[in-house]
């Protein structure tokens, strides 16, 4: 894969796909430029667009052909629910949804460009973002063979109002809508905003741009409780009921973004060197993350729990900067799945007014002794006369020889 302009030898691009303003132009370019054909590449990741209408809209805008696959179990089995196992949190507050999906949807560009014979992929990430990066790090990973084309990065296209005159000059079909004040990705996982009125970051979000979640202030005066079950670290159940990961987080989205849980406003460090702001929406994502550390509470031993969590800033750096089919990531996960062995058991979360809280937690697996810990008769099994000598040995480095 060339990081610079592979030339006029294109045969066939695998371009990644949403039906939008800019891959409808990106799709046009591509034919006009480099005289190729293209295949339209979609993955439904939970974004909740329409999709029937996306292979007919791509052909009409001179693709061959148009793929759309369903990736939305395999992205929370194998991407979230590593992650919240990671205890990955970038730089101590965004959960990574839209960082997370990204490896996802190149890992099946790359296998979608193989199966139709394309030589080349093509995405409209921007120059300035971290999206560019994390697709062609995992396309390099995956099929160093195969070229990639950044249009955002070639053309002279340098607006929406370019891309408009573009659509129209070769009659795209691209529908008439109003421009939104900000940018929107949205995941299974989450939803982001930003740019646009967003990029003061002393201006507050309106409240009508949110869509997964309700205002705490407007959330039900009634919180609501429930019982998140888990098995190795992943989260199984609700209330008993057990669900395919995906449809466990729909769930979790729905009952957490009713009661305002999972808004984050943040300026975070982009790979690129940029400070960028964004907005948040992860109801499900924080639930889990909270319940997930509160199983691991009794399930984890201190010392597995304290080295696990030195890995996880960098387990989610790693994450957040493209990283995911590096050999690193590959020790890394190998160590979090045998810190997730005995993480197993069940959850009692109160979710109420953008708040969750831990009212319990148990497992077969916990190494929590009420016996040890009382303060009450323990007939023997702790012998408190022993600290003394604990501490004399801690403090021989402090205080010299105790008299």
Excluded at 183 to 199: A, K, P, Q, V, Y
Excluded at 306 to 325: C, Q, T, V
Excluded at 372 to 397: M, N
Aim: charged share 25%; hydrophobic share 40%; proline share 4%.
């Amino acid at each position: 894969m060339s990081p610079s302009k592979p030339g006029k030898s294109v045969n066939r691009v695998c371009l990644a796909y949403s039906g939008g303003l800019d891959t409808s132009v990106i799709l046009r370019w591509l034919i006009e430029e480099y005289k190729c054909e293209v295949v339209a590449y979609c993955a439904d990741v939970g974004q909740e667009e329409e999709l029937s209408g996306l292979p007919e809209k791509a052909m009409a805008s001179g693709a061959v052909d148009c793929v759309i696959k369903d990736l939305r179990e395999e992205f929370v089995s194998d991407y979230v629910y590593e992650a919240v196992r990671g205890n990955a949190i970038y730089e101590g507050v965004y959960l990574l949804g839209t960082a997370l999906a990204r490896p996802l949807i190149a890992k099946h560009h790359i296998e979608v460009a193989k199966a139709t014979g394309c030589d080349a992929v093509s995405h409209g990430a921007t120059g300035k973002g971290n999206d560019q990066v994390r697709f062609e790090l995992t396309f390099r990973a995956l099929a160093p063979e195969i070229h990639n084309i950044a249009p955002w990065r070639e053309w002279d296209l340098r607006s929406r109002t370019d891309c408009i005159a573009y659509a129209e000059k070769f009659g795209i079909p691209v529908g008439a809508s109003g421009e939104k004040p900000f940018s929107m990705d949205r995941n299974m996982m989450h939803i982001s905003f930003e740019g646009g009125i967003l990029e003061d970051p002393w201006r507050a979000p309106d409240e009508d741009m949110f869509v997964l979640t309700t205002s705490p202030e407007k959330a039900p005066n009634e919180g609501v409780e429930l019982i998140l079950g888990f098995e190795e670290g992943r989260a199984i159940s609700i209330d008993g009921e057990s669900m395919s990961p995906a449809t466990l987080l729909t769930k979790l989205n729905t009952i957490a973004g009713a009661h305002g849980v999972g808004r984050v406003d943040l300026v975070e460090n982009r790979f690129v060197g940029l400070k960028s702001r964004g907005v948040y929406e992860t109801p499900g994502g924080t639930v889990l993350h909270v319940a997930h550390r509160a199983i691991e509470s009794i399930t984890l031993d201190r010392e597995v729990m304290h080295e696990r969590d030195k890995m996880s800033p960098r387990f989610a750096e790693l994450i957040y900067n493209g990283f995911w089919f590096a050999p690193e990531m590959d020790v890394m996960r190998a160590t979090i799945d045998a810190t997730q062995r005995t993480v197993t058991g069940d959850v009692r979360l109160k979710l109420y007014k953008g708040n969750v809280t831990v009212l319990g937690r148990r497992s077969p697996y916990s190494l929590y002794s009420e016996k040890l810990v009382t303060f009450e008769e323990d007939d023997g099994a702790y012998d408190q006369a022993d600290a003394t000598g604990f501490i004399h040995l801690q403090g021989l480095r402090l205080g010299g020889p105790v008299d």
